[in-house]
T-cell receptor, first 116, second 111 residues
Framework: EAGVTQFPSHSVIEKGQTVTLRCDPISGHDNLYWYRRVMGKEIKFLLH????????ESGMPNNRFLAERTGGTYSTLKVQPAELEDSGVYFC??????????????FGNGTRLTVT | TQLLEQSPQFLSIQEGENLTVYCNSSSVFSSLQWYRQEPGEGPVLLVT?????EVKKLKRLTFQFGDARKDSSLHITAAQPGDTGLYLC???????????FGQGTELSVKP
């Protein structure tokens, strides 16, 4: 089966610009997660979709970040306007079940975002 | 706020040596997962431990979950250059997929 696909793999933008990251989860996985790793820090949870609904968005940094999951398939994460501190690697993950510790998360290769 | 303290952050050893990576927290987790990440790729799950005191083995890797489910360790016996990579622990609460990650251990095994 195809894994979790993210694109672009890299994005370099200027402060104030807009960037949209895309994630295609594994087919049939209802759960989709966004995580972020800022340089020097641990990977941190951003939000969780179950199908098209936002189940938990407690990790979203602020209202410059907007996540959507159209029709419960792929997801996008838009940053508008981007700030320097948004630089980092954004990971998407999906799982079949609720991920109650026994259902593994499958991670994509991440999008490395650099804001200059 | 739940935190996972992972140590050491960096580890450089010779082939054949043993090593242990630790993850500690003051919080209780419903499960603890260990991942390995290669450069340019996402984390890949190695193992999940669920029961306090549980020990799981994956070839030369031994994973242990603390009795109180607040800490975990990863022990590698006779490390090989192929073990080089970033090792991450991640704790899951009762909310399921929302994972709390440790900062990671960058392991380098020299031939």
């Amino acid at each position: 089966e195809a894994g979790v696909t993210q694109f672009p793999s890299h994005s370099v933008i200027e402060k104030g610009q807009t960037v949209t990251l895309r994630c295609d989860p594994i087919s049939g996985h209802d759960n989709l997660y966004w995580y972020r790793r800022v340089m020097g820090k641990e990977i941190k949870f951003l939000l969780h979709f179950v199908k098209e609904s936002k189940q938990d968005e407690s990790g979203m940094p602020n209202n410059r970040f907007l996540a959507e999951r159209t029709g419960g398939t792929y997801s996008t994460l838009k940053v508008q306007p981007a700030e320097l501190e948004d630089s980092g690697v954004y990971f998407c993950a999906s799982s079949q079940n609720r991920g109650q510790g026994t259902s593994p998360l499958h991670f994509g290769n991440g999008t490395r975002l650099t804001v200059t | 706020t739940q935190l996972l303290e992972q140590s050491p952050q960096f580890l450089s050893i010779q082939e054949g040596e043993n090593l242990t990576v630790y993850c500690n927290s003051s919080s209780v987790f419903s499960s603890l997962q260990w991942y390995r990440q290669e450069p340019g790729e996402g984390p890949v799950l190695l193992v999940t431990v669920v029961t306090g005191g549980e020990v799981k083995k994956l070839k030369r890797l031994t994973f242990q979950f603390g009795d109180a489910r607040k800490d975990s360790s990863l022990h590698i016996t006779a490390a090989q250059p192929g073990d080089t990579g970033l090792y991450l622990c991640a704790g899951a609460g009762n909310q399921g997929g929302k994972l709390i990650f440790g900062q990671g251990t960058e392991l380098s095994v020299k031939p």
